[in-house]
């Protein structure tokens, strides 16, 4: 990542002074900061809470999840795109913003830029007069949504990338989207740079140093040029942090502060306490397992209990959440998850629609002055908050509430302008003549939610700052009662081409426990000792009869087990009678170390088998001692398509 100090970074303007970070900093008596502090566009992007990713290219085309960069730009041809349906989906599930991905590792653009052929100028999508990002821009502004956008820097069509031209191109590429398409409040730059691809026909590697080669401060600077809001994503410089995963679990606790040093993925999942710099994270994850739409995954996407975790663990820890909608060859959210995104929208909408706080008589162990008063906590605004005198580090906060609320979380926030200032707290509830804690954390930071195993019911809440290098400056305390979000029901893929797993068997492993792989349960693994070519993992599946096999699928485990990693590569082998082989694919995952996603591997030709045999021979991370898969599958030819002779 890119070598520069503190100095820079405020030369820059890339962190901004105090006077200017949030109203009410002047306030007589008001605590100095203590810290890292959120620049002005860094205190509005903690405001946002929740907004949606959107990945939809060429990828939802091929089926794939990175493309080469050799994909004909004829491919992306969308039958029915609605950008209003696909804001809808995301605004019904409290979403505030939208981010698209204007253009993927592919190269593929989806406006209509003069800067290269590879466009959608040249798709059949309206004839070439087409602008998905226009049309998604005018779509988030009808429905009150901010907009965002996605570019990555890798780009595996383009013939100089790895070379100085393309930087002129890339920087050219972000002056339009920060110039065409309105107020911007994110942009987005991927860390995944250079490697194998297309590059205009040159089918080859390349490897490049990429803060070196892409000097981030210079193109965070010129993103902040023309939007001085939008936060960047990703490189030591940006405003925003990866959280370090793709599952959208926060770090408990994660602080908004890291080191001025290049990013740590050890170190970005929970942050640092007291870092240099203020550098919150994102918690970014799909609501399908991948991040483009797939048809198999139509069964597979996040139920409405499963994002209220994802909410707990990204928004509850001070985060904020970033759920990835991927359309599907329509250019809709396709039904399963807008019914799954509506169910928890409304759950959470019933839920903090009542904050049981109100009402309540705050009381404070101690208070600086009148303008820092406890009842600050109840007044449902940003930028006020109780504090102690100088010196008074550990308070206590009291709210008597009103009788008969039951409530099972309880929601707190720091004023941020002035820094994360608590270390560790604790929450109390007086019953049944007595007081119990409820909870003990670190750190509050933006927010901080706790979710109580059940309903309580208490006259009095006490909050206990128990460990703080100076007084606390706190902003909101409230209480509320979850509703339950309604069931959905369950979906069946759409793809009649992916082939049931039903009456699958295993013929022979490497490793026992090889019928995890076929059971449709990506939460059960096989896990094997680290292969070599000497001595490679192999797996043999017998799918019951004979089918058109066009290819196979291979899952990794999303949450792999003490410390396994996916396999590197493959071979496969099909068979009709479980003696005589055909070679069928070899090669590489693409990403599968990091992203984790279902990889999706077609034959060059279509064949009849009914044996599958698949050969791995090393693990994706050098030195990793373990291998996991949670899952194989197969797919047939679309009905219509040449049968194999």
């Known amino acids: 990542m890119t070598e520069f100090s503190r100095r820079t970074l405020l030369a820059s303007g890339l962190v901004s002074g105090l006077a200017s970070a949030a109203p009410g ?10 810290g890292a502090t959120p620049s002005p566009r860094q205190w509005a992007w903690h405001g946002h809470e929740q907004y949606a990713f959107v990945h939809f290219s060429i990828n939802t ?33 409290n979403m505030r913003g939208i981010i698209l991905t204007a253009k993927h590792h592919d190269g593929f653009c989806l406006w209509p830029t003069m800067l290269t052929d590879h466009c959608i100028r040249n798709s059949p999508y309206k004839q070439g007069k087409g602008d998905i990002v226009g049309e998604m821009e005018r779509a988030a502004r009808r429905a009150g949504l901010m907009f965002g956008l996605y570019l990555s820097p890798w780009d595996r069509n383009h013939p100089e990338y790895g070379r100085p031209a393309y930087i002129d191109y890339y920087r050219k590429q972000v002056v339009e989207l920060c110039t065409r398409y309105g107020e911007l409040f994110e942009f987005w730059f991927d860390g995944a740079n250079g490697g194998d691809g297309y590059y205009g026909g040159a089918r080859e590697t390349r490897t490049i140093d990429a803060p070196k080669y892409y000097d981030w401060p210079s193109i965070i600077a ?13 490189p030591l410089g940006s405003d925003i942090r990866w959280v370090g995963n793709e599952d959208g679990v926060a770090g408990d606790p994660c602080w908004p502060t890291m080191p001025n040093h290049p990013y740590v993925q050890t170190e970005g999942n929970a942050g640092v306490r007291g870092g240099a710099l203020w550098w919150p994270a994102e918690t970014n994850t799909s609501i399908r397992p991948g991040w483009f739409y797939h048809a198999d995954e139509d069964a597979k996407v996040k139920s409405p209990k499963r994002l209220l975790r994802y909410y707990d663990e990204s928004v509850g820890r001070g985060t904020n959440m970033h759920l990835n ?6 250019g809709r959210i396709a039904d399963p998850d807008v019914a799954s995104l509506a169910s928890f929208g409304a759950a959470m909408r019933a839920t903090l629609a009542s904050n049981l706080a109100e009402g309540a008589v705050a ?14 906590v109840l007044d449902d605004r940003r930028d006020s908050y109780w504090s102690s005198p100088e010196g008074d580090t550990t308070p206590s906060l009291t709210l008597d509430l009103p009788p008969g609320r039951s409530f099972d979380l309880i929601r707190i926030r720091e004023y941020l302008p002035l820094g994360v200032r608590v270390t560790r707290f604790a929450v109390d509830a007086f019953t049944d003549g007595r007081w119990q804690t409820l909870a003990e954390r670190a750190c509050i930071s933006a927010q901080r939610i706790i979710r109580l195993d059940r309903p309580v019911s208490a006259r009095r809440l006490r909050l206990r700052i128990l460990d703080a290098p100076v007084c606390p400056a706190i902003s909101e305390i409230a209480l509320f009662r979850q509703v339950a979000p309604q069931p959905v029901a369950a979906a069946r893929s759409s793809d009649r081409t992916i082939l ?26 096989w896990t094997i000792d680290a292969p070599t070519s000497t001595s490679p993992a192999t797996v043999t599946i017998d799918l019951a009869r004979a089918e058109t096999l066009a290819g196979f699928s291979l899952t990794p485990s999303r949450a792999p087990p003490n410390g396994s990693v996916p396999p590197r590569g493959y071979r496969a082998d099909t068979s009709v009678d479980g003696r005589v082989w055909q070679a069928g694919a070899s090669g590489e995952f693409a990403n599968i170390a990091y992203a984790l996603a279902t990889q999706r591997i077609a034959f060059a030709q279509p064949r009849t088998a009914r044996f599958l045999r698949l050969r791995f021979d090393a693990p994706a991370v050098a030195g990793a001692t373990r291998v996991a898969v949670a899952g194989i599958g197969a797919f047939t030819t679309p009905q219509g398509a040449p049968q194999p002779r």
């Open 25 to 34: 900093l002047a306030a007589d008596g008001a605590p100095a900061a203590w």
């Open 61 to 93: 085309f091929t089926d794939k999840e990175w493309g080469y960069g050799d994909e004909s730009p004829s491919l992306f041809d969308p039958t029915d795109f609605d950008p209003d349906q696909i804001v809808a989906a995301a605004k019904s599930a």
């Open 222 to 234: 010129l993103v902040h040029q023309h939007q001085p809001m939008a936060c960047t994503f990703d």
């Open 325 to 330: 909608l991927p359309p599907d060859r329509r």
């Open 363 to 376: 009381s404070a162990s101690a208070t600086r002055g009148p303008a820092f008063a406890a009842a600050n």
């Open 500 to 525: 049931s797993p039903a009456g699958w068997s295993i013929v022979a492993a490497s490793a026992p426990g090889g019928e995890a792989l076929i059971d449709d349960d990506a939460a059960t693994v």
